[in-house]
């Protein structure tokens, strides 16, 4: 979805959301994800075109607790982690993503990785009430 329209959509779920009712935000955060395997980290995936539209898309409920329709109650980083079998596991998941990169480098190490590999993932999580 386009950040555009994240607002339109929180607005219509804010008509759904009770008084009292929490919303939670989860959003990738940069530096950029690192992927790991048997304790070495094999590189970073490129984020660059991602976090501008993640940022963009966090605005909308800023744009909302600004005109006082939720309230930030608490924000905290977080670190998710993803496992995936295989190196080739990994590199079918990003290749489903349109816009996070993998370097090339990265690519062929990840290629040839048959055993357990780990994506680090930076997040920003947020809870919000409705006033």
Same mark, same amino acid.
């Given at each position: 979805?386009?950040p /555009?329209?994240?607002? &339109?959509?929180?607005?219509? #779920? ?6 009292g009712g !929490? @919303?939670?935000?989860? +959003? ?34 800023? /744009?909302?607790a600004? &005109?006082?329709l939720?309230? #930030? ?7 998710v !982690? @993803?496992?995936?079998? +295989?190196?080739?596991?990994?590199l079918?998941?990003?290749?489903d993503?349109?816009y ?32």
């Amino acid at each position: 979805m386009e950040p /555009e329209g994240v607002v &339109d959509v929180l607005r219509r #779920l804010l008509a759904a959301l009770v008084p009292g009712g !929490i @919303v939670v935000d989860l +959003t990738m955060a940069p530096p950029d994800e690192t992927v790991e395997s048997d304790g070495e980290i094999l590189g970073h995936l490129d984020g660059s075109a991602f976090f501008p539209r993640a940022i963009a898309a966090g605005a909308g409920l800023n /744009e909302l607790a600004d &005109d006082g329709l939720l309230a #930030l109650v608490r924000e905290e980083p977080v670190t998710v !982690i @993803v496992r995936y079998p +295989t190196g080739s596991d990994v590199l079918e998941d990003i290749a489903d993503r349109r816009y996070t990169r993998m370097p090339i480098e990265l690519a062929a190490r990840l290629a040839a990785i048959t055993t357990e590999c780990l994506l680090y993932s930076n997040c920003l999580v947020r809870t919000f009430t409705k006033p």
